[in-house]
């Protein structure tokens, strides 16, 4: 395995130690014990400390986190969490975190590239998958049918409006021909 890492000297590191979270809803407090507990995990592999960084869980729509680099913010799907509490704790928040490391440790770099898998792997061996597999269906936005010779083919409700404002037309992948509404 590629080493990014240098020395594997471990030093106590205490910045996440000394950091509190503290939020109402038990779930959201579970997720900000886990940020703490990956950054303390980091700091000790990587013997570097880090600065915490601010959490929210006002992520909508399909995505289960983000990582938002320059403002070291992670921000969390309330609702997926809901439905998905352990797959949060075991891949969606070191996965979110792996991102803020690997932009703190090398700068602007390919977002699921060599460096963020080399975290994901040394420090969490976790395999560095770069999509979640949860069930999406309460979040999923409402969409569209249009037709194509291939057959349906369902827009989101974004896509849709731009087709109604005039502002683009949608081909099909496979056949090109222009999408009909249904």
């Known amino acids: 395995m590629l080493n990014l890492f240098g020395s594997k000297t471990r030093t106590k590191a205490?910045?996440?130690?000394?950091?509190?979270?503290?939020f109402e809803d038990e779930r959201h407090q579970q997720i900000a014990?886990?940020?703490?507990?990956?950054?303390?995990?980091?700091?000790?592999?990587?013997?570097r400390a880090f600065s915490l960084p601010e959490i929210n869980f006002k992520l909508r729509g399909k995505s289960a986190?983000?990582?938002?680099?320059?403002?070291?913010l992670l921000r969390f799907n309330s609702t997926l969490l809901a439905e998905n509490h352990q797959a949060f704790i075991d891949q969606v928040v070191p996965h979110e975190?792996?991102?803020?490391?690997?932009?703190?440790?090398?700068?602007?770099?390919?977002?699921?590239?060599?460096?963020?898998?080399?975290?994901?792997?040394?420090?969490?061996?976790?395999?560095?998958?770069?999509?979640h597999t949860l069930n999406i269906g309460s979040v999923a936005g409402k969409t569209f049918d249009y037709l194509?010779?291939?057959?349906?083919?369902?827009?989101?409700?974004?896509?849709?409006?731009?087709?109604?404002?005039?502002?683009?037309?949608?081909?099909?992948?496979?056949?090109?021909?222009?999408?009909k509404r249904a």
């Open 33 to 47: 014990e886990q940020v703490s507990e990956c950054y303390r995990q980091a700091e000790v592999y990587l013997n």
């Open 97 to 131: 975190i792996c991102h803020l490391l690997a932009y703190q440790l090398y700068g602007r770099v390919k977002p699921h590239g060599k460096e963020w898998q080399a975290l994901m792997i040394e420090i969490y061996q976790l395999e560095p998958a770069t999509t």
């Open 148 to 179: 194509c010779d291939c057959g349906n083919v369902s827009l989101s409700i974004r896509r849709h409006n731009k087709v109604v404002r005039g502002d683009t037309q949608y081909r099909c992948r496979r056949c090109k021909q222009e999408l």
């Open 14 to 22: 205490s910045s996440a130690e000394q950091a509190q979270y503290e």
């Open 65 to 72: 986190g983000t990582a938002h680099l320059q403002l070291n």
